[in-house]
């Protein structure tokens, strides 16, 4: 490591003298400082701000231009300056204490196919959204920013939001061969840029709402408090089915029952809205645990929509 040398050059102002040292201190910037406080990021300034006389410190480059109060004449006192510098230098301390910008993990973002063939999924490695949220169309999202513009692309259907992904419904005028690609680059270039995923206003319509679905598709049943057995459904619901759906681009909510007729009816959304194999699902899978989980109390399960 080289050694740091200071020399003393005058300037034309009889109260400001450079101290140029042989090697860059600084990067492009430069730096002033009036007093103490204002040097905080640099901690030599600060140290030279102890000496009373000193009253602004400039550092730029190689060199560190002081002014002084008139209190004492530079011949009196540089030399001493110029060796506290060229000793500080040496002892490898910091001239400016550079702010650490934080480095932003890069966005990623890779597609999945799910079994509704209109539907295709799209997930990012960090959280977009706590929460579900779908929308049918661009008035839906008039309060979810990155939702309003998929919408702009003229083959979106419906967006759906939920946990680190975004299931997208295409209209049946393109192939995801050749739209999956852009739509990607678009929302990893939206997501790195910034740009809010939902405003707070659908967020505090979530919690109206309940877990995030559009208020066009929450019967006034779900606001009543639910019974025992409705409860029991739910946990069912979210414990088992709603992971499974959930890998697939979509989100299964209980919606009601009906006790009559031991009727189970759900929502099915994102990828499982309108998917041929829904009706699979449901008899299979959801409509044959409830049953297995709650012998007796369950006939069937219905789709409302889907």
Known sequence: M?????????????????????????????????????????????????????????????????????????????????????????????????????TKAPVTIYVESTPNPSVMKFVANKSLASGVFE???????????????????????????????????????????EISMQLRDFIRNYIETGKPILNDEVLNATNATASGASANNISEENLREYTSLEKEIVSILDEYIKPAVARDGGNIQFDSFNNATKTVRVILQGACSGCPSSTITLKNGIETMLKEMLPGQIDQVVAING
């Open 135 to 177: 929308f049918k169309n661009i008035d839906d999202a008039s309060h979810a920013p990155l939702a309003q513009a998929l919408f702009n692309f003229p083959f979106v259907k419906e967006v759906f939001i939920s946990a680190n992904y975004i299931s997208i419904m295409k209209y049946n005028v393109t192939d995801w061969q």
């Open 2 to 102: 080289s050694q740091f040398n200071i020399e003393i050059s005058q300037t034309s102002n009889p109260n400001i003298v450079k101290f140029v040292a042989n090697s860059f201190l600084t990067r492009a910037s430069s730096y002033e400082f009036n007093n103490i406080d204002e040097a905080k990021s640099s901690p030599l300034a600060q140290q030279l701000f102890y000496l009373p006389f000193v009253k602004t410190v400039y550092i730029s480059q190689n060199f560190i231009a002081i002014e002084k109060y008139n209190i004492v004449a530079w011949d009196d006192v540089q030399q001493e300056v110029a060796t506290s510098i060229s000793q500080y230098l040496n002892e490898g301390k910091e001239v400016i204490t550079e702010p650490k910008t934080p």
